[in-house]
């Protein structure tokens, strides 16, 4: 006999296995600690593989050198996160000391010291530097810079853009205009028009502001409709406004801070809903707490040409009555619709379509119609058996439906003909290559 074609054949646990590393991994125990055990204590991998099996029932695991009985209080040591080890031994299927290999490598070729302090990984510095990690790479990348040379040029030049302005440190010229309520680009080039300093023309930009909403003006104070508040953030929070969507506003249309607000309460106040005077935000929380299909009500309200509180209306009544009414069917009482469905193994979504498109049609009639078509296209194998379709037999026995429709109509043959054609096709198939040894 050939010894290329003899394979190493491991005996453990009165069973035969190719190798010493299959016996591990069907055991989930680790290879490298079960030959180092071997090599220590000079016994056999059995023995080994028994001595880790052992520790495994007791919830024992070494992890460098040390034993553990807590893999959350191993993972606490050593700074892993320990949702993302299970999740990953679970999605991989291997052993709590793989996992932790994996997971400390990572850590230890991803931490990053910066000015004689660790960090997690080099997103986790820059996060505590307040600036963003992408920002930091492109310019690695664009000076061909080392990442912690290019965070710190990219720290000196983020420092120098600093801005003082009423005692207060801006990160950006652009963002202590923003609190301000002006436009950059346009103090910027004022102050170039006329010589003077950015802060100046910001300053001459703030009174002209102050003259046309005829209150003064700082960096933090905001007043809304007699209402005086922190600031801009502070107003938009109290009204339930987005900040953001404010300064866009601003930007775009070159309005006033009072004027951007004004116009996204407006458009609140339009969107609000009001039922059974209860204010709600809009129409979609009040039937998000009524449990109503928002859909259904601006269906209804689209079709009737009447109000959103007149849909509203209709639809939470319609709901009510078929929880409290009981449904009759064929002299039979239901719970519900749903419930008569289910008894009839019909999709209750189809029974809604049909008295849709029909709208003289009653719940009897689009019963019946469902059940009809659903029986119809029921399939019943030779031996009784019965299928919901064609589709799902043939899903099930793993045969083409389309060779099974395609044979129907070339030879004339039934369902159940062709089905079977194939499904012995795919026999003879399967022997023939059983025994031609493919």
Not at 19 to 41: A, D, L, Q, T
Not at 223 to 249: A, W
Not at 359 to 387: H, L, N, P
């Amino acid at each position: 006999m050939n010894s290329n074609n003899c394979r190493f054949i491991f005996y453990a646990f009165n069973k035969k296995w190719k190798s010493i590393n299959e016996c591990c991994k069907h055991f989930e125990v680790r290879y490298g600690s079960v030959m180092s055990y071997k090599r220590i204590h000079k016994c056999t991998a059995e023995e080994a593989i028994a001595y880790y099996r052992n520790l495994k029932k007791l919830g024992i695991f070494y992890f460098k050198k040390v034993r553990w009985t807590d893999l959350k209080e191993c993972c606490d040591y050593y700074n892993i996160n320990y949702k993302s080890l299970c999740t990953y031994m679970q999605k991989n299927k291997i052993s709590k000391e793989e996992a932790l290999s994996h997971y400390y490598q990572y850590y230890k070729y991803n931490r990053f010291t910066y000015n004689h302090v660790t960090y997690d990984s080099f997103a986790a510095c820059c996060m505590a530097y307040e600036i963003k990690p992408i920002c930091v790479r492109r310019y690695a990348k664009r000076k061909h810079f080392l990442l912690r040379h290019a965070l710190s040029s990219y720290l000196n030049y983020h420092n120098k853009r600093k801005i003082y302005f009423c005692g207060q440190e801006y990160i950006t010229f652009t963002s202590c205009c923003r609190a301000f309520g002006c436009n950059a680009s346009y103090v910027s080039a004022y102050a170039k028009r006329h010589g003077i300093s950015r802060e100046e023309a910001l300053k001459f930009y703030i009174n002209r502001i102050e003259k046309q909403e005829g209150q003064k003006i700082d960096s933090r104070t905001f007043v809304f409709r007699d209402s005086i508040y922190h600031d801009l953030s502070d107003c938009c929070r109290n009204l339930g406004i987005n900040v953001s969507s404010v300064y866009g506003y601003m930007w775009r249309t070159k309005k006033s801070r009072v004027e951007a607000v004004e116009y996204y309460y407006t458009k609140n106040a339009e969107e609000q809903f009001e039922w059974e005077s209860v204010l709600y935000p809009s129409l979609s929380v009040c039937c998000t707490k009524f449990n109503v299909s928002l859909k259904a009500v601006r269906n209804r309200a689209w079709r009737k040409n009447c109000s959103a509180q007149e849909a509203f209306r209709h639809c939470l009544k319609r709901k009510k009555n078929l929880e409290m009414d009981a449904f009759y069917y064929k002299g039979d009482r239901y719970k519900d619709l749903k419930e008569c469905c289910k008894q009839y193994g019909i999709n209750v979504q189809s029974v809604h379509s049909y008295r849709f498109r029909n709208k003289d049609s009653d719940y009897d009639e689009a019963i019946d119609y469902i059940r009809k078509i659903t029986k119809q296209r029921q399939f019943i194998w030779e031996d009784g058996s019965v299928y919901e379709s064609i589709n799902s037999f043939c899903r099930m026995k793993s045969i083409s439906v389309s060779s099974v429709r395609d044979k129907v109509r070339k030879k004339g043959m039934s369902l159940q003909e062709a089905a079977k054609y194939y499904i012995e096709r795919n026999s003879y198939d399967w022997w023939v290559r059983s025994i031609s040894g493919w």
